[in-house]
């Protein structure tokens, strides 16, 4: 089996969590095709393209966020988190979990609620409802939890590594077309206080996912799932482009943040990595693209 060796793995540095450590020599991970990790990035590849060209993502990512919408679905984000989060917590223990459990690192439920209280008020609770898309997609969370909890790990993947790669772009464009407080209320889900480096806290992720004892036939039914958990993702938007279209006026448009033209703007190491870059047909896009990178690695080598 040809190997394939990266050099961006986490930092040489060790994390714990529920008492394991783990530790990567030298910097350097070695990966295979058939190492979960790889084939997750493989295997979402195709949707992941899709959900990046969602015209409620697009919107977003241009600025043109409505307050309305991304309350709507910050509400969608709430519950879904707190299913997969209270599964995650009911199967912290099982064997092909446990190694991904990171409450204090990752957990989002405690966040969105405050980011929630922040947008309706004292009483917010009484003030949401689950959409049918989002109920959906926590329906499909509340049964694998129940009969087949190894699939969580492609929901915890789907959300998490998702939310790792991008938070920080996406939160810029939401303060600045909102004009929130640059101290950070009502973004609270983009902010990861538990996590120093995203970028080596995902190797250890993704490290932690290719120890997990699977054979190939679970290792492609959380491939599928994952495919899955972004088809849900991208119902959910589309509810809320069909919402868009009921709303007025509303649309703020900030000013562009620099390399927000990704969901995922930090893309700090290698290029090769990110699983859109090949479907980044059109020239500007990989003009602006390849002007990131490279704005990037100045930063990092400068500072
Ligand atoms: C315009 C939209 C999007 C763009 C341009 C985009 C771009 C990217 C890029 C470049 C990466 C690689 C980051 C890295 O390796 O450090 C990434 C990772 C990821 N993104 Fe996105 N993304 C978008 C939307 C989404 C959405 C909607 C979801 C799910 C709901 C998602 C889930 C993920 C996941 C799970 C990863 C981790 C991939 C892996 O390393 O295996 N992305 N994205």
């Known amino acids: 089996m040809s190997a394939m060796r990266t050099e961006d793995a986490a930092d040489g540095k060790s994390t714990a969590n529920g008492g ?66 209270e599964e995650m917590e009911r199967n912290k223990e099982h064997p092909d979990l446990a190694a991904l459990y990171f409450p204090h690192e ?39 939890g129940r009969d087949q909890p190894a699939l969580l790990v492609a929901h915890a993947y789907t959300r998490y590594m998702g939310d790792l790669s991008g938070g920080q772009v996406l939160r810029k464009v939401a303060q600045r077309a909102m004009k929130l407080p640059p101290t950070g209320e009502g973004l609270n889900f983009y902010q990861f206080d538990g996590i120093h480096s995203a970028k080596a806290f995902k190797q250890l992720y993704r490290s932690r996912m290719n120890e997990l004892e699977l054979d190939s036939h679970t290792k492609q039914k959380i491939v599928e799932e994952a495919v899955l958990a972004f088809q849900f993702n991208m119902e959910i938007f589309g509810e809320l482009e069909e919402v868009g279209k009921s709303l007025q006026g509303d649309v703020l448009d900030a000013a562009p943040v620099h390399g927000a033209h990704g969901a995922h703007g930090e893309m700090q190491g290698d290029i090769s990595q990110c699983p859109y870059y090949a479907g980044f047909t059109n020239f500007f896009c990989q003009y602006l693209f390849i002007c990131l990178f490279i704005y990037l690695f100045i930063y990092i080598s400068v500072y």
């Not at 609620?113 to 959906?136: C, H, K, N, V």
């Open 20 to 85: 394991g450590v783990v530790c990567q020599e030298g910097g350097v991970t070695v990966l295979r095709p058939t190492d979960l990790s790889e084939m997750l990035a493989a295997g979402t590849k195709e949707v992941h393209e899709k959900a990046e060209n969602t015209e409620f993502v697009k919107d977003f990512l241009r600025g043109r966020i409505r307050k309305e919408l991304f309350k709507l679905g910050h509400v969608a984000l709430y519950f879904t988190y707190s299913a997969m989060e």
């Open 106 to 144: 990752l957990h989002r439920w405690d966040a969105l609620a405050r980011d929630l209280q922040y947008f309706y008020g004292e009483d917010w609770q009484d003030q949401i409802s689950l959409s049918p898309a989002t109920q959906r997609y926590v329906e499909r969370i509340q049964q694998i």
